[in-house]
């Protein structure tokens, strides 16, 4: 007799990192983030790696990319090149200066929302 064991799945809302190095959004999270470069989606998505990559290299956190289309709050048509993934405001806008000091002069906070 073969016993077959159960497999439970579970959701997360903490980051995960691909394998390119980059950090995905959770998958249901609505939060803030340090926004460091938009490229328009009709470029492609390799200018939006590269410039994550770039970030990374720089010493910056929970770099990714995210699309905005696939999200409310945000403008659609672009790749955004992101740094942090944060639970309110006042901590996004306390890694902004992080971000600019590292390269992104022109960083800004943004909600990330369904």
């Keep these: ?12 809302t903490t980051p ?10 959770p998958a249901g999270k609505d939060g803030y983030t ?15 790696d590269a410039e994550a990559r770039r970030a990374i ?7 990714g990319v995210l699309n905005s289309s696939d999200y409310s709050s945000l403008r659609p048509g672009y ?4 740094s942090g993934i944060y639970d309110t ?3 996004a806008q306390s ?6 000091s590292k390269g992104y002069p022109l960083a800004y906070v943004r909600e990330v929302s369904d």
Excluded: D, H, I, K
């Design 16 to 25: 995960t990192t691909t394998t390119a190095g980059l950090t995905s959004w």
């Design 34 to 48: 340090v926004v460091l470069r938009s490229v328009a989606t009709s470029e492609g998505r390799g200018p939006a």
């Design 79 to 82: 790749y955004v090149v992101f």
């Design 95 to 100: 890694a902004l200066p992080n971000a600019r």
């Design 1 to 12: 007799t073969t016993t077959l064991g159960t497999t439970t799945l579970t959701t997360t």
């Design 57 to 63: 290299n720089a010493g910056l956190a929970q770099v």
């Design 89 to 91: 405001l006042a901590q």
